[in-house]
């Protein structure tokens, strides 16, 4: 196995009918560069199958990538996101492994939008992961990864 699913995340935490829904694929691989290849998803139901590709490298390191899937607004109900997640050799475009490197799911529910939606200028953070997908604290001359509410998702350094 050359990558694995660190974690899934959705944004909103609660969405409803009328949001964006952003499912955020924390990824690791234990080779040199990751660039991605290809994802896709499709809605059967209420099942949402995903699939990403990245190209691996040759060289033994730590790469750390986020992949984002943006789904338009679903209706009420109950889902369930299915993530494969696949590395190959070469490019991109790369030549496919045999088998899948790693599989996760996450489930989340869809409310109904009571009323109308008030704008509200702030976002909440959810959490700030390093480099390897771990959450942490804010730390100065580190490359952070800032994950809101909204979907955004801000790489920041803070320098001394």
Do not use: W
């Not at 109904?112 to 008030?118: I, L, P």
């Amino acid at each position: 196995m050359l990558g694995s699913i660190s974690s899934l995340i959705v944004a909103p935490a609660n969405p409803n009918n009328t949001d964006t829904v952003y499912i955020y694929a924390e990824l690791l691989f234990i080779s040199s560069g990751c660039p991605l290849d290809f994802k896709s998803f499709n809605i059967l139901g209420n099942n949402i199958l995903a699939s990403t590709q990245h190209c691996i490298g040759i060289a033994a390191a730590i790469c750390n990538t986020i992949d984002t899937f943006k789904l338009n607004p679903l209706l009420a109900g109950n889902y369930l996101f299915d993530l494969t997640l696949s590395s190959g050799g070469g490019g991109p475009p790369c030549t496919a492994g045999i088998v899948p490197d790693d599989n996760d799911i996450i489930s989340f529910s869809v409310v109904n939008s009571v009323g109308v939606k008030e704008h509200t200028a702030t976002k909440a953070l959810l959490k700030i992961t390093d480099i390897l997908g771990r959450e942490t604290n804010e730390k100065r001359n580190k490359l952070l990864f800032y994950i809101y509410d909204d979907g955004k998702v801000e790489k920041r350094v803070i320098l001394e």
